[in-house]
Each structure stands twice: as structure tokens, then as C-alpha cells.
């Protein structure tokens, strides 16, 4: 590995680093206004979302239903800690994720013995209870009025006698956006190949015999959820200090329900699916946004097109556009035997 | 011999049925002992019961480990692991979506220990633990016999080869007592003959192997010593020939009558 050289990339690896060149050069292009890197930095933020709630159901195979509650509790964190102490951005990171890791413990610890639907059912239940905590403590969040006026992220040197940075306009916060998906993307991989990573495959494909290697279920799956949980804490972190401003309602099931679209249909379990999801919805929903009301049709209706293509995918990929690389090798199996095979990730019942 | 598993007046109810009554039996170190029965004896409610997936509801099950003896009736599956008892399943319990050496590296689980830091950041010690995972894993793929396949995919292997990578992933947790429940269902007479060979390897490592058979050639060919139960009740024990000719097992297999004809 370390003996490879620049020629002998593989093709994934050329791909790869193209798609980095590419994303780094992008805002050079004529074509790109504000309006457009906007759109490409929310992709950028629900791929970090995708990517933390992908552990849950991609991982562990648990149907997670209220993972926008963890990416409300990161940009109030964020959103909070900037207006009151005036933090700056690069020590809220880390305190929003060690705050979204306790939340998620706090609420996996008990709920996680419950499975399938009954746990998906708690982890719903949990979103709203942010929503309403965000809507009624008027003491703490505004409520309703939402929090205005957050600071934007900042490089401060003055402490060292240099300057101080601000980030405005879209294009600090786009290279920003792009660090945080790679830290991501990394750890992700990180984890995939790693003894905690493997234990949650091993819970995800059966668990009777995973306890029966020693893997303690319930602590792993509160690992699995912490985890997930405080990377939506960063996602929403970096959401509060990208748009300054923060309200209840941006925290609605229905981004929960948008960020699972995105791993069901690029691939559960797969971190490049899971990247593309994010890309084809975010994009999607921002077309829609502007083609529905040409059309004389309110924009919710574009929730309903995310519904119908959950559908098709359930009906004709079940295992999503990317599927994790077994699932991949059954599927072909399954077709050259012209036999029908079952989809082997799913949610547990 | 010293005994590395004692079972004593082992009751095990669903509701209102009794799947196991009374069971006591010793298995002792070092041998391979068969645990025979017609359908619906019980034999897979015991192994449950001994890997702690089902908590018996009354009796003791002791392990004894290192002269040290620990009881495990209640236990939890995953420390009864830790303590040295892996099993194999009736049904193959693979983990489908992953490769071969996969499946054998989870069965390190419970001796190692890294977590999400270590992962992350990939310290010496988590490179080094990770590097014996992978060697060790390696080592049990070959015990077993399969050798340079773990780069495939678990589901995708033929019968046989997912029952011997069960073995490997159960025997990658380092048991001191292994339970394999009909390992040799559905296998081909080779297979069968290999099987064997390896379960007295296994043994020849130190390992005890409590057995659960229907095939009787399998059986009579590996097991020192044979305990038989019935309706949920300790029926027979003993050597494998005298325990295939003891009325009372020939009419639980084959209906009263049959031993007398016998």
C-alpha cells in the first residue's frame, strides 16, 4: 500500500480524487452563483447528516425515525453557546458532538432492549419531544421567534498577534462544508474496518449469533446511537453558524424522514450510496422547490415525490442504488441463476 | 477425569410445557460426548440454556474454568462466551454480508478490546490488536480448512464450507468447550468423514466438543461417551455401542414394541 505510486491508482482511487479536484474547483466556475454553492453546501451538510444516521439503520439495522432531534440539539448548541458566550466555532464541534453523543446515550440506553418498530416508534416520538422543547422553553430558545443574529464562523488569531478571519458569503463556508465531509467520510471508513465497526455488522445480520461471538447488544447499540447522534449534533452545528439563524420548525419529521430517503435509496450501509442519496435528493427537492409552483402545485408536494420514489425503490431496489458490496454479489447470483433473492439488508422486525 | 461441565437437575418450562426435566449429567475434560435424542427432546433447549440464550428455570449448570468453578445458569450469552463456551447453530447463523475472514474476525470479539478511538485514530496498540485479529483469523480458517476463501462472501458459500466457517468463527473465541448442533445435517458422506477428522482435531487442541447428532454414523464414529435424552428427560448415558443397544433408547427412537422385537 505505502509502495504504491501515483500510476498505479486504482480506478476507485482515480475517481475519487477527481471528484475532490473537482469539488475544490468548483466555485470557479462561471456558471456557479450563490445561489448554486448554497445548494451544493446543503448537499455537502446532508451528507454528514446521512452519513452519522446511516450507522443506525446502514450499520446496525435499526430503523431510526427522529434523528433531525439530535441535529436540532447540535444547532441549538451551537446556535446557544455563540449567543450567550460567543464560543468559537471550532470549540463548539467538539461540544456539540460530545453533547449529541449524551443525548443519544441518554435515549438509546433505555430504548434500545425494544426492537424494530417499537424503537422506531421511541426515536419518532423523541424528534417531536426536541421540537416542542425548541417551541415552549421561550427562556432558552425564543421559542417560536427562533434565534437570530448567530455569529458566522470565524479563524481567530488575534490572540496570537494575527488577524481575525470572518467567513462571509457562501465560499468559506463551502471549504469548510468540504472539510467536515472528509473528517466524516474517514471516520466512516475508519469505523467500517475496524472491531466496533464489525460488531455492528455482526448485530445488522443476525444477532443471536453475534452475542453468541460476545458482542454485548445493548452496549454496542448505544455506541452505534451515540455515535450516529453526534454527528447530527456537528451536522446541525455547522447549520446554525452557516445560516445565522435558527427556528423550531426547521427541525420537523419531515428532515428526518428526507435524510432516510437518502440512505434507502443510494444504499444502506454504503457510504458512497449514502453520499449519492444526498446529492440526488437535496437536489431534487431544490428543483422541485422551484418547478412546483410553476406548475400551480404548493412545494409540500414534494414530499410526496420523495414518498412515491421510496415506493419504486422498495418494489425495484430494495437494497438501493449502491448496495453494500454483498448484497451487490447476491444480487448478480440471484439474476445469472434466474432466481428471485430476497433482500438481505432490511430493517428489523 | 476432571468434569468441565456439570449439569445438575437442570428444569427448563415454556408455559405450560416442560422441555427439559431433570436433566444432571457431567461432561467431562478433554473428550467428545454425543447428546442424541429423537426430534423434540430438548437438546436444543439445553445448549440454549448452557449458552446462556435461555435461562433455565430452575437447576445449576457449572463451568469450571481453570479450577476455578463458575456458575452460569442465568448468565448472560456474551459473558458465557467470554468464559470459554462457543456453539454452533441448528440452523447456520452466518453473517451473510460479510466475507469469510469477516465472520472469523467477530468471533475475536470477546478477546479483544479497541473501540471507536482506537478505530479512528488507529493507535499502535489497535494496529497491532488488528493485526492479530487478522492473523489469528487466518490460522482458524485454515484449522477448518478453508484456506485462502476469505476473501467471499459468507452466503455465497456452498453448505458445507458455511458449517466449517461456523466452527472457525466459534472456535475463534477461544472456547474450552465447544457445542455444535447438528453440524453434519445435511452434509455428503465425505463431508461427514472430514467433519469427524476435524472434530477430533479440535479436540486433540484441548478443546471439548458437546455434540448434537442425528446422524449416527457421525455419532458412533467421534463420541466417547453418548447421553441421551427423551421428552425432555435424561434417559441414557454411556458408551456409543452400548447406548445404541439399550431398549429403552431403540423404543424412544422407534416406538414401544420395536425393542422387544429387537
Known amino acids: 500500500m505505502g509502495k504504491s505510486e501515483p500510476y498505479n491508482l486504482t480506478r476507485g482511487a482515480k475517481i475519487r480524487i477527481g471528484l475532490l479536484i473537482l469539488a475544490l474547483i468548483f466555485p470557479f466556475f462561471p456558471f456557479v452563483s450563490d445561489y448554486l454553492l448554497h445548494i451544493v453546501i446543503l448537499i455537502f451538510l446532508y451528507m454528514i447528516l446521512a452519513l452519522g444516521l446511516n450507522i443506525v439503520p446502514g450499520f446496525n439495522g435499526l430503523l431510526d425515525l427522529g434523528y433531525v432531534g439530535f441535529y436540532g440539539i447540535g444547532a441549538y448548541t451551537s446556535g446557544l453557546l455563540t449567543y450567550h458566550f460567543g464560543l468559537s466555532y471550532w470549540i463548539i464541534i467538539p461540544l456539540a458532538f460530545i453533547n449529541g453523543a449524551i443525548w443519544g446515550m441518554l435515549l438509546g440506553a433505555p430504548t434500545l432492549r425494544l426492537t424494530g418498530d417499537y424503537f422506531a416508534i421511541v426515536t419518532f416520538g423523541f424528534s417531536e419531544l426536541v421540537v416542542l422543547f425548541l417551541t415552549n422553553e421561550i427562556w432558552l430558545t425564543r421559542g417560536p421567534l427562533g434565534l437570530p443574529g448567530i455569529d458566522v464562523v470565524s479563524i481567530d488569531l488575534t490572540l496570537f498577534g494575527g488577524p481575525k478571519w470572518e467567513f462571509i458569503g457562501e465560499l468559506p463556508y463551502y471549504y469548510l462544508a468540504i472539510v467536515m465531509v472528509l473528517v466524516t467520510v474517514f471516520v466512516m471508513y475508519r469505523i467500517q474496518d475496524s472491531r466496533l465497526g464489525r460488531a455492528w455488522f455482526a448485530i445488522r445480520d443476525d444477532e443471536v449469533a453475534a452475542v453468541s461471538c460476545g458482542i454485548n447488544l445493548l452496549a454496542y447499540k448505544v455506541i452505534a446511537f451515540a455515535i450516529s447522534a453526534a454527528f447530527g449534533a456537528v451536522g446541525g452545528s455547522f447549520f446554525a453558524r452557516w445560516v445565522t439563524f435558527l427556528s423550531p420548525d426547521m427541525f420537523k419529521f419531515w428532515e428526518s424522514f428526507l435524510i432516510l430517503c437518502m440512505i434507502v435509496l443510494g444504499g444502506m450501509g454504503n457510504i458512497w450510496g449514502v453520499m449519492i442519496g444526498a446529492v440526488i435528493l437535496v437536489s431534487m427537492s431544490e428543483i422541485l422547490r422551484e418547478l412546483l409552483p410553476l406548475l400551480g402545485l404548493p412545494v409540500e408536494v414534494r414530499f410526496l415525490a420523495f414518498g412515491l420514489i421510496m415506493v419504486l425503490m422498495m418494489r425495484f431496489r430494495p437494497a438501493g442504488m449502491m448496495p453494500i458490496a454483498a448484497v451487490a454479489a447476491q444480487m448478480r447470483a440471484g439474476r445469472t441463476k434466474r432466481k428471485k433473492t430476497k433482500p438481505v439488508v432490511a430493517i428489523k422486525k | ?262
Open chain 2, 1 to 262: 477425569m476432571t468434569p468441565i461441565l456439570e449439569i445438575k437437575q437442570l428444569y427448563k418450562s415454556f408455559g405450560g410445557l416442560e422441555a427439559l426435566k431433570d436433566i444432571s449429567f457431567n461432561i467431562d475434560s478433554g473428550e467428545i460426548i454425543g447428546l442424541i435424542g429423537p426430534n423434540g427432546a430438548g437438546k436444543t433447549t439445553l445448549f440454549n440454556c448452557v449458552a446462556g440464550i435461555e435461562k433455565p428455570t430452575a437447576g445449576r449448570i457449572i463451568f469450571t474454568k481453570e479450577d476455578r468453578t463458575v456458575s452460569i445458569g442465568g448468565k448472560k450469552p456474551e459473558a458465557v462466551t467470554a468464559l470459554g463456551i462457543a456453539r454452533t447453530f441448528q440452523n447456520i447463523r452466518l453473517f451473510d454480508n460479510l466475507t469469510v475472514l469477516d465472520n472469523v474476525k467477530i468471533g475475536r470479539h470477546c478477546r479483544t478490546k479497541s473501540l471507536f478511538f482506537g478505530a479512528v485514530i488507529r493507535s499502535k496498540s489497535q494496529r497491532t490488536e488488528e493485526k492479530m485479529i487478522a492473523e489469528s483469523a487466518g490460522r482458524f480458517l485454515e484449522f477448518v480448512g478453508l484456506k485462502g476463501r476469505g476473501d467471499e462472501i459468507a452466503s455465497s458459500m456452498p453448505y458445507g464450507d458455511q458449517r466449517r466457517l461456523e466452527i472457525a468463527r466459534a472456535l475463534a473465541t477461544e472456547p474450552r468447550l465447544l457445542m455444535l448442533d447438528e453440524p453434519a445435517a445435511g452434509m455428503n458422506p465425505q463431508e461427514s468423514r472430514d467433519l469427524m477428522d476435524l472434530m477430533r482435531r479440535i479436540r486433540d487442541n484441548g478443546i471439548t466438543v458437546l455434540l448434537i447428532e442425528h446422524d449416527m454414523k457421525v455419532v458412533m464414529g467421534v463420541c466417547e461417551r453418548v447421553v441421551v435424552i427423551n421428552h425432555g428427560e435424561w434417559l441414557a448415558e454411556g458408551l456409543p455401542q452400548d447406548v445404541q443397544n439399550n431398549p429403552k433408547v431403540i423404543e424412544a427412537y422407534l416406538g414401544t414394541g420395536a425393542a422387544n422385537a429387537a
